[in-house]
């Protein structure tokens, strides 16, 4: 109006144009809009999923030798999402996840904890999803649970020990009616999704809350991250920090959490380059699971990722990261592909002995094997592995690996009735 003073309307304009300047930067880059106005209502980022269900953007994974005491130092931290997995062979162990949630709600009353499984990929099927699903329920002491996965769309040589009933499409038919039925509470999902997989998934009666693909600041699917905003699907990362590169891609060292950019940008905050990545992935609204045993670890990684606001800059250098594939790193004449078969009965725990010449080194766990299964991993000459009965903790046997015999070789650990 002309009656107002100039002094106000000059105001009122550079106010309109800081405005303008915000919603620039913003529509510039898109993901982070969605993000910002979530941001949260605690110190933890959360999203909603499509049926309005909302959920922490930050979660523990527990696999990687997370074990129940670990889950129970997380939950005193204040996680409040688990993700766990029926697969033993792949380092998950579903009971001790059971057990380390009702010890804390029995010791806190707290009823908040969102808790993900996904079926193995040879339970693929209709009637084999249902009772898989039913196995979960009677590991996790759970009479329903928040959400289900669909691990691999399909089984391949090595990771399965059966031949699948069905295939993702009966498992997800038989999750559907699971969800309907309030048996699965709030979400149904699957892993490793391409672009023929999720356009079939979008057809279905029931479009999937969440899919969970492979994400780090080198491998960004964005293509696949767009599409799944798009259909307001919840994008949750896995390998968030890198640790793909180690465990299957050949490298000796993690290149994420070595790269100079996010070790520049964690240095300009005074933090990890973990805590970067966290940072960064759940500003582009991205769920993540980092998995860790430490309690410090995981404290940084929930509370003190957000003790910082990354800048646009920030923000635009490391999306500038992604396909900087680190080089493949020369052919290790060391290295030996060993598969673990478990002959007995029980539950072996495998470690990796970090002394194979002495006796004064540390058991790390690699990894769990079930009775009739395998463990598949890539180590190198003169490792040491020690196997343990999961009940007791009594050693049944030990192995150290020989390049001499082999680059891919298979050992046999106990025998029948043996544990």
């Not at 998950?92 to 059971?98: F, L, N, P």
């Not at 046997?397 to 891919?408: A, I, S």
Request: glycine share 8%; net charge negative.
């Amino acid at each position: 109006p002309s009656s107002l003073p100039s002094s106000v309307i000059s105001i009122m304009t550079m106010i309109c144009h800081l405005y303008g300047l915000c919603l620039g930067a913003l529509l510039q880059f898109p993901y982070y809009t969605t993000a910002l106005s979530e941001m949260r209502d605690s110190d933890v980022p959360t999203a909603k999923l499509h049926n309005g269900i909302k959920i922490p953007l930050v979660g523990l994974g527990c696999a990687s030798g997370v074990r129940e005491n670990h889950i129970r130092t997380a939950l005193s931290a204040g996680y409040r999402f688990l993700d766990t997995a029926q697969s033993y062979n792949w380092g998950y162990h579903e009971h001790e996840v059971g057990s380390a949630v009702h010890n804390h709600i029995t010791n806190t009353n707290e009823q908040d904890i969102f808790i993900q499984t996904k079926i193995h990929p040879e339970d693929l099927g209709y009637e084999a999803t249902r009772r898989a699903v039913n196995v979960s329920l009677k590991r996790l002491g759970l009479s329903s649970i928040d959400s289900v996965l669909i691990h691999k769309p399909r089984c391949w040589e090595g990771a399965c020990n059966k031949e699948p009933e069905g295939t993702w499409r009966d498992s997800w038919r038989a999750l559907q009616e699971l969800y309907e039925a309030g048996v699965i509470r709030a979400s149904i999902g699957i892993c490793d999704v391409d672009d023929k997989l999720l356009d079939e998934l979008l057809t279905q009666k029931i479009r999937p809350h969440i899919i969970q693909n492979w994400m780090d600041p080198l491998n960004q699917d964005t293509h696949m991250r767009k599409r799944c905003q798009s259909a307001g699907i919840q994008y949750q990362a896995y390998s968030s920090l890198g640790t793909q590169w180690v465990h299957h891609r050949g490298h000796k060292e993690n290149p994420v959490l070595k790269n100079p950019i996010l070790l520049n940008v964690a240095n300009k905050y005074s933090v990890d380059v973990a805590q970067i990545v966290i940072n960064w992935a759940t500003r582009h609204g991205v769920s993540v699971l980092p998995a860790s045993t430490n309690p410090g670890r995981q404290r940084d990684n929930l509370v003190d990722s957000f003790g910082f606001v990354l800048t646009a800059e920030d923000m635009q250098l490391i999306d500038a990261l992604d396909g900087m594939v680190p080089r493949m790193p020369k052919t290790d004449p060391n290295e030996v592909k060993i598969n673990f078969l478990n002959q007995a009965d029980g539950l072996v725990e495998t470690y990796w002995f970090s002394d194979a010449a002495g006796d004064t080194g540390e058991e790390v766990h690699v990894g769990s094997i079930e009775g009739g299964g395998a463990l598949s991993l890539t180590t190198h000459n003169t490792h040491k592995f020690i196997f343990r009965d999961a009940a007791s903790g009594i050693s049944v046997g030990e192995h150290v690996v020989l390049r001499d015999d082999g680059k891919d070789q298979t050992h046999i650990v106990g025998g029948s009735g043996e544990l």
